[in-house]
């Protein structure tokens, strides 16, 4: 087990800090640590009655390219993240949800930082207006489940938290048989 023997933030950024110093191995040794620090994440399986998934389509500088995703947002502080995935539900997609429950919960990548992403199945959607945000640029994809499959072999989702959502939500038909 390693502990923090001492850390400074590095970087202090709008959506993450960069924490850095040295950590104390179980062995005796130090070793130089940097950590992206980061209130978690949430994203949302929209499923609409006729068994369709809302997805969103936009371009993230990040990799330039256009991807297709889950809905998606960072969490704010210690907000619950059921508030949170139903804020960026309504926001994104223009559908508030009447139920949502937990399909799983991982970090997005360990060996880095400590960013937790939660993945919620919304069901019993209703249509309320889209909210984006003055830099969002997002167009709205309805992919039948049925679809998912060839998409997910082809590699036609390629961002990890969609790919994650949509298997946990394949490998479960009893949430979306019961909601369709």
Do not use: C
Not at 28 to 56: C, K, N
Not at 133 to 145: C, F, H, K
Not at 151 to 172: F, H, N, P, Q, V
């Amino acid at each position: 087990m390693e502990k923090w023997i001492n850390r400074e933030i590095v970087f202090k950024g709008r959506i993450f800090d960069v924490v850095g110093g040295d950590a104390l191995l179980d062995n005796g040794r130090t070793a130089r640590r940097e950590v992206v620090t980061h209130d978690g994440g949430i994203a949302i399986v929209p499923l609409l009655v006729e068994q369709r998934v809302l997805l969103i389509r936009q371009y993230r500088i990040a990799v330039d390219q256009l991807l297709l995703e889950l809905p998606a947002g960072r969490r704010e502080g210690h907000e619950p993240p059921e508030l949170r995935a139903a804020l960026e539900l309504e926001e994104e997609t223009g559908y508030r949800a009447g139920r949502l429950q937990l399909l799983t919960t991982y970090f997005s990548s360990a060996g880095f930082t400590n960013e937790q992403m939660h993945i919620f199945l919304a069901t019993e959607l209703l249509e309320v207006g889209q909210r984006l945000e003055p830099d969002e640029r997002i167009e709205i994809v309805s992919l039948n489940i049925a679809e998912i499959p060839a998409m997910l072999e082809a590699g036609d989702i390629i961002d990890a938290k969609t790919i994650i959502g949509l298997r946990e939500l394949l490998s479960r038909p009893e949430l979306w048989k019961q909601a369709g």
